[in-house]
């Protein structure tokens, strides 16, 4: 199957520790998106990536780190350094001079 | 920030239009309208694009105003799966991967 694939689904940790959320994708897209989203509120982006070896912060970048070392992967780590980690994670990916985003299905961080 | 202002809810009758409108006064000339949708705990999803002329697909019709400050997105016959939050966003398009922003969106709730 095409499509991006989060995992994983939940995830709990305790408060201190640094985790990695996993966003893989094989639709042969360029670019790559991490958005972080609180409940009752939009989705508010970390960082991008548009293309390997490359990426930019988003609003909301202190406390995360990303790399981008193949094409098809963009893990997220939310460190010790993140306030407020407990949240839903959602990456996405979007071919270039593209139009359509494309959504994995998120991954609900738990920290305490 | 989002550049756009949306209602935060709106209630519709299933069987019935739904009708959500989005004011974008500040739309610069090569912006674009993109509508997305959210269903409760999983990834937004692409539903219409447009630049200044009405556009049409098998999911919903969007009508921008001839001077491009506010669109509406119809979703012609209601159901109970369109229960969803809709965000409407500015983006250039088709000129590389720039992020979408997305605000708070409305929260649609079709009712049977």
């Known amino acids: 199957d095409g499509g991006i694939t989060q995992s994983p689904k939940y995830l709990f940790r305790k408060e201190g520790q640094n985790v990695t959320l996993s966003c893989e994708q094989n639709l042969n897209h360029d670019a790559m998106y991490w958005y972080r989203q609180d409940p009752g509120q939009g989705l508010r982006l970390i960082y991008y990536?548009?293309?390997?070896?490359?990426?930019q912060k988003g609003d909301i970048a202190e406390g995360y780190s990303v790399s981008r070392e193949k094409k098809e992967s963009f893990p997220l780590t939310v460190t010790s350094a993140q306030k407020n980690p407990t949240a839903f994670y959602l990456c996405a990916t979007m071919r270039g001079g593209d139009t359509e985003a494309f959504f994995g299905q998120g991954t609900r961080l738990t920290v305490v | 920030d989002a550049k756009t202002t949306q209602p935060p809810s709106m209630d519709c009758a299933e069987g019935r239009a739904a009708n959500l409108p989005c004011n974008h006064s500040t739309i610069s000339g090569n912006e674009y309208v993109y509508w997305y949708r959210q269903i409760h705990s999983q990834g937004p999803q692409y539903i219409i694009h447009g630049l200044k002329n009405n556009e049409t697909n098998e999911m919903a019709s969007l009508i921008i105003t001839e001077d491009r400050k506010s669109s509406t997105l119809i979703l012609p016959h209601a159901t109970l799966r369109d229960t969803a939050v809709y965000y409407c966003?500015?983006?250039?398009?088709?000129?590389?991967?720039?992020?979408?922003?997305f605000g708070k969106g409305t929260r649609l709730s079709v009712i049977a």
């Open positions: 966003i500015v983006r250039v398009g088709y000129s590389g991967n720039t992020p979408l922003v």
């Open positions: 990536s548009q293309i390997v070896n490359d990426f």
